[in-house]
């Protein structure tokens, strides 16, 4: 697989105990980029997520907090200013590293294009033991409220992999803590007078536990809520 030079790249992964999806998704990634900054910002594991994300050449940041969302508000503090685009990338292996160039291209060719994300929902790339129906039922209906009451509308707006300018999320202040990051980090490139590009990507069946639950839908219902006015 062709490389690229990629330090101006900073590759964010939250984690918290993803032993089985970090190596798999940091080899994966290197791949793919030459020369990246890979921040794991770790949520105080008990497993090996640490000690594997350092045997593969990261950078590891401790959360103080807990949640996705605090996850990556305290890793903002640490991108060098160097750095022109972020990707963000779950740990746990469900999101496909062979796309990130194609996005990066796309950032490079359109500067009306904050971010690009990655599409689980344009079939026939999802894969039905990937994701069970309440979750696909859930994401559709948040999708829907997104659109109706912030103005952003996307397909998958609860993606895990994105590609971002840094210079839009420099002076970002998230108050998200938990998996409305998502959410809040949409309205924020949309405020600030870019679009959003969606690409279909595959998406893979978890490495590990899953860690999201209904409650969670229903925290980013109210970020959503809280954002109308913003």
Not at 24 to 33: A, I
Not at 85 to 104: C, R
Not at 117 to 136: H, Q, W
Not at 183 to 188: G, M
């Amino acid at each position: 697989m062709r490389k690229n030079n990629s330090s101006d790249i900073t590759v964010i992964i939250p984690a918290y105990n993803e032993e089985k999806g970090i190596g798999p998704t940091m080899r994966e990634l290197q791949e793919v980029l030459e020369d990246p900054c890979y921040l794991v910002v770790d949520g105080n594991s008990s497993d090996r997520t640490v000690e594997i994300a350092k045997e593969l050449g990261a950078w590891v940041l401790t959360q103080n907090g807990r949640g996705k969302g605090q996850a990556i508000a305290e890793v903002l503090t640490h991108i060098n200013p160097m750095t022109r685009y972020v990707v963000i990338i779950d740990a746990d292996y469900t999101y496909p590293s062979k796309n990130v160039l194609e996005m990066v291209q796309i950032l490079e060719k359109n500067p009306q294009i904050g971010m690009v994300t990655g599409n689980r929902f344009s079939k026939p790339f999802v894969l039905k033991e990937a994701m069970c129906d309440i979750f696909y039922l859930g994401n559709r209906f948040l999708a829907l409220a997104q659109h109706v009451l912030n103005g952003v509308k996307l397909r998958d707006p609860l993606t895990g992999f994105r590609v971002i300018r840094w210079e839009i999320l420099k002076h970002w202040n998230p108050k998200s803590k938990g998996f409305d990051i998502e959410v809040e980090l949409n309205k924020h490139i949309v405020k600030r007078g870019y679009s959003i590009q969606e690409i279909p990507i595959t998406y893979r069946k978890r490495l590990g536990k899953k860690k999201l639950r209904i409650r969670h839908g229903l925290r980013i219902l109210e970020r959503i809520l809280t954002l109308i006015c913003s």
